[in-house]
């Protein structure tokens, strides 16, 4: 498909490379962008490649089927509505806080200052552009009155015994847009024409023509001057942003890249949005069920230290885990990035065997009656509608005091995670 000059090609992380794909974007794909699998070659990001008349979309691993994808390579307005979601999820997720998404953070500005836009595209949407507040005082008579200059500076007259002053003095309070405001414009406005495909926004439609952008050491020259006399925190935020969105930019353009190596992360992250809003429970044929109405579940990543050295030791670090004291139910879910699985999760395992009885009571360690029923589920992405499997069950023969453990794999449908993730 050929949309503004540019020839669109659709793939997703861990598909097989298409050759064709492999030769028109040789100058934008490096060895990191490709896994080496048994059956071939596999890309390994997600993102985006512009050139001056290509473009490559690399989806999330499982977001679409056959069918789906050939219907989005030939209709243009869908394709942009994925990829706008798509970038969405990033920029959501990369505004977490924590050092697991530092990854995320610097992948996003690897190639295009997208966190000082997003930060100067913050102030714009909160304040409005940039401004200076500046009082004039004309004659007039519409208008609030500066009674004290009015007196000072206007004729007075007396007549039939009043005194009148003949003109007033009219004070109006002017907002000037500075040079900081066409910064601001400039930043937001060539950032949206440029990454239509994927970004959108409002505009800010400010001439300015006057100044020469082209010049960037000039503008960053001024900014930090500008910077020093700026009292507000957001103000200092801003310009800071600006400050360091002209010092990435390249003026000439070319290649553009967004490659994502880290959306396990992000995938981990709406996981455990879609498990706190919908998940209603696992019913008697140990399948997950969801609900249609938002809820308030605590899934929560905790940290365990069953090795007996403590925090010196090993640890255990399940991605959501929730116990309901009152029916003395516990879940224990993983989220895998995966295409497909391949081999027994043994981690999921040794989450059971070795938290089998965290937080029993002590004095009677022994009581079965205290143990919890634990669900343990691995948790990946899928083009269909929302399914569970059997992951592992547990023979008998190799633990009899354990007759009905086992691991589900659920799928959940990566499109709809997606959407409820940035709603």
Same mark, same amino acid.
């Given at each position: 498909?050929?949309?503004?000059?540019?020839?669109?090609?659709?793939?997703?992380?861990?598909?097989?490379?298409?050759? %064709?794909?492999?030769?028109n974007f040789a100058d934008c794909l490096d060895s990191k962008d490709i896994h080496q699998s048994a059956e071939g070659e596999r890309y390994n990001f997600v993102g985006f490649i512009f050139t001056n008349d290509k473009m490559l979309i690399s989806f999330?691993?499982?977001?679409?089927?056959?069918?789906?994808?050939?219907?989005?390579?030939?209709?243009?307005?869908?394709?942009?509505?994925?990829?706008?979601?798509?970038?969405?999820?990033?920029?959501?997720?990369?505004? /977490?806080?924590?050092?697991?998404?530092?990854?995320?953070?610097?992948?996003?500005?690897?190639?295009? #200052?997208?966190?000082?836009?997003?930060?100067?595209?913050?102030?714009?949407?909160?304040?409005?552009?940039?401004?200076?507040?500046?009082?004039?005082?004309?004659?007039?008579?519409?208008?609030?009155?500066?009674?004290?200059?009015?007196?000072?500076?206007?004729?007075?007259?007396?007549?039939?015994?009043?005194?009148?002053? /003949?003109?007033?003095?009219?004070?109006?309070?002017?907002?000037?847009?500075?040079?900081?405001?066409?910064?601001?414009?400039?930043?937001?406005?060539? %950032?949206?024409?440029?990454?239509?495909?994927?970004?959108?926004?409002?505009?800010?439609?400010?001439?300015?023509?006057?100044?020469?952008?082209?010049?960037?050491?000039?503008?960053?020259?001024?900014?930090?001057?500008?910077?020093?006399?700026?009292?507000?925190?957001?103000?200092?935020?801003?310009?800071?942003?600006?400050?360091?969105?002209?010092?990435?930019?390249?003026?000439?353009?070319?290649?553009?890249?967004?490659?994502?190596?880290?959306?396990?992360?992000?995938?981990?992250?709406?996981?455990?949005?879609?498990?706190?809003?919908?998940?209603?429970?696992?019913?008697?044929?140990?399948?997950?069920?969801?609900?249609?109405?938002?809820?308030?579940?605590?899934?929560?990543?905790?940290?365990?230290?069953?090795?007996?050295?403590?925090?010196?030791?090993?640890?255990?670090?399940?991605?959501?885990?929730?116990?309901?004291?009152?029916?003395?139910?516990?879940?224990?879910?993983?989220?895998?990035?995966?295409?497909?699985?391949?081999?027994?999760?043994?981690?999921?395992?040794?989450?059971?065997?070795?938290?089998?009885?965290?937080?029993?009571?002590?004095?009677? #360690?022994?009581?079965?009656?205290?143990?919890?029923?634990?669900?343990?589920?691995?948790?990946? #992405?899928?083009?269909?509608?929302?399914?569970?499997?059997?992951?592992?069950?547990?023979?008998?023969?190799?633990?009899?005091?354990?007759?009905?453990?086992?691991?589900?794999?659920?799928?959940?449908?990566?499109?709809?995670?997606?959407?409820?993730?940035?709603?």
């Amino acid at each position: 498909m050929v949309f503004m000059g540019k020839k669109f090609y659709v793939v997703q992380e861990a598909e097989i490379v298409d050759p %064709t794909v492999r030769k028109n974007f040789a100058d934008c794909l490096d060895s990191k962008d490709i896994h080496q699998s048994a059956e071939g070659e596999r890309y390994n990001f997600v993102g985006f490649i512009f050139t001056n008349d290509k473009m490559l979309i690399s989806f999330p691993k499982r977001m679409f089927g056959s069918v789906k994808r050939k219907y989005l390579e030939e209709n243009v307005a869908s394709l942009k509505k994925y990829m706008r979601l798509l970038f969405k999820c990033i920029v959501k997720a990369s505004s /977490q806080k924590g050092e697991k998404f530092a990854g995320i953070r610097q992948e996003l500005a690897s190639s295009f #200052p997208f966190t000082d836009f997003l930060e100067i595209y913050k102030y714009y949407i909160t304040y409005g552009l940039y401004s200076k507040e500046r009082e004039i005082k004309k004659f007039g008579y519409a208008g609030t009155i500066s009674w004290k200059d009015t007196i000072l500076r206007s004729q007075k007259i007396i007549t039939e015994g009043n005194l009148l002053f /003949q003109p007033l003095v009219i004070r109006e309070d002017i907002r000037e847009h500075v040079f900081i405001s066409k910064c601001m414009a400039y930043a937001i406005d060539s %950032t949206l024409d440029q990454f239509s495909f994927f970004l959108e926004g409002r505009k800010t439609g400010l001439d300015i023509k006057d100044i020469d952008f082209q010049n960037r050491n000039n503008v960053i020259k001024k900014l930090k001057r500008a910077k020093t006399s700026a009292f507000k925190d957001a103000d200092k935020r801003l310009i800071h942003a600006l400050i360091s969105f002209f010092e990435s930019i390249d003026p000439r353009g070319g290649i553009f890249q967004l490659k994502i190596y880290s959306f396990h992360v992000v995938w981990e992250d709406m996981v455990r949005h879609y498990l706190t809003r919908f998940f209603k429970g696992i019913n008697d044929r140990n399948e997950m069920e969801f609900s249609d109405e938002a809820r308030k579940n605590e899934f929560k990543k905790r940290i365990f230290h069953p090795d007996i050295r403590g925090e010196a030791g090993y640890a255990l670090e399940p991605d959501f885990y929730w116990y309901l004291k009152d029916k003395n139910i516990r879940y224990i879910f993983d989220a895998k990035y995966y295409h497909k699985i391949e081999e027994l999760d043994h981690k999921q395992i040794s989450y059971y065997f070795l938290l089998k009885h965290y937080g029993l009571d002590k004095n009677n #360690p022994g009581q079965v009656t205290d143990q919890p029923k634990t669900y343990n589920a691995l948790i990946l #992405p899928s083009e269909g509608e929302n399914e569970s499997i059997v992951h592992f069950r547990l023979n008998p023969f190799f633990n009899r005091d354990e007759n009905d453990f086992e691991i589900i794999e659920q799928y959940l449908n990566m499109e709809k995670v997606m959407e409820y993730y940035f709603k």
